[in-house]
């Protein structure tokens, strides 16, 4: 990864108090990862997080991107995990698994790269980890949901939102310094806005009505701010 620049986001988190879901790649195969040669640190920073409170999740296997049809969370056509016979997955996440707790560390939490998972994935979590919280979801509150809690994440930059739960998802290595600048602005100015994950969870309630309704709403959004983009791209 870009250390440099993972390392201004980490101290801008800890300064601010601000505990986040980590995603780690237990075996990376994306070329589009590596951005400079390994510190040899990065297991030991691992367990640093955990011991800080931080909650780690699993961010698929090896992170491997394929073109595939949208899954649970329908926002992209590429994927690591959507389409894959069951026993295939089993395996990912089994060998997963295998290295993070190898390395003394034990995922809360599943991250899909792209948010790419199916009912398959699912299967293959509970027969082959104690995973049961997925850091995924386009809706305004933790739920519960085919066994497992869902914190929702919705937002890929700071903003400022309506009432709800809203999670936003970074790549540090993407992250200018203009980015970086916004997000410690952003947290300097929302102080009490940013719950320990482990206590969000706690609060998941049964998916409603009123979840699947915000859900096809947001999704909708999704894909006219897509179709949008791409016609101005086009012209």
Known sequence: ??????????????????????????????????????????????????????MIAMHGYSHALRRSEPGIIPVNRRS????????????RIREGMRILQGRKITPVAWVAPAHGMDKNTLEALRAESSIRLISDSLARRPVQRWGFTWIPQQLWRPRRMPRGLWTICFHPNEMTQSDIAQLSAFVDSHKDSFPDPEEVAARA???????????????????????????????
């Open 205 to 235: 309630v049964p998916r409603g009505l009123s979840d699947m309704m915000f859900e096809c709403a947001f999704t909708f959004g999704i894909r006219i701010r897509r179709i949008s983009a791409s016609r101005k791209k086009d012209g």
């Open 1 to 54: 990864m870009d250390a440099p620049r993972w390392s201004e986001v980490e101290s801008l988190l800890v300064r601010r108090e601000v505990k986040p879901i980590v995603a780690v790649v237990p075996a990376n195969a994306d070329p589009g990862l590596v951005r400079g040669p390994s510190s040899g640190r990065f297991w030991e920073q691992a367990l640093g997080w955990a011991a800080a409170g931080w």
């Open 80 to 91: 690591e995990f959507v389409g894959l016979p069951l026993e295939e997955q089993k395996s």
